[in-house]
Nanobody
Framework: VQLVESGGGLVQPGGSLRLSCAASGFTFSNYYMSWVRQAPGKGPEWVSAINTGGGSTRYADSVKGRFTISRDNAKNTLYLQMNSLKPEDTALYYC???????????????WGQGTQVTVSS
């Protein structure tokens, strides 16, 4: 099982980034997928989740209206479009999978290595 995130970087406040997570080694379309972030000195924070078919999504209040999660099961890829970025969005962003619909970080089965997002002027 492998999850590989990409797309992070340095962006100014108000800017946008699109994260990707390429999955392999498991049947991607059978898994509930999420994005989790961890800021320096803080614990992991669940950000967003999407069901297996992509028709149902959930967001943390802190990102609702600014971030959009999506998936392409044909390409085994998860995405996170991040708009109107704020300095408090600075964190290491991970994608994670689970075989149940959950927002509990402890219940995710597989994790990527993370991609750094830094929002600063």
């Amino acid at each position: 099982v492998q999850l590989v995130e990409s797309g992070g970087g340095l962006v100014q406040p108000g800017g946008s980034l699109r994260l990707s997570c390429a999955a392999s080694g498991f049947t991607f379309s059978n898994y509930y997928m999420s994005w989790v972030r961890q800021a320096p000195g803080k614990g992991p924070e669940w950000v967003s989740a999407i069901n297996t078919g992509g028709g149902s999504t959930r967001y943390a209040d802190s990102v609702k209206g600014r971030f959009t999660i999506s998936r392409d099961n044909a390409k085994n890829t998860l995405y996170l479009q991040m708009n109107s970025l704020k300095p408090e969005d600075t964190a290491l962003y991970y994608c994670a999978s689970s075989d149940i619909a959950t927002t509990r970080v402890s219940e995710y089965d597989y994790w990527g290595q993370g991609t750094q997002v830094t929002v600063s002027s």
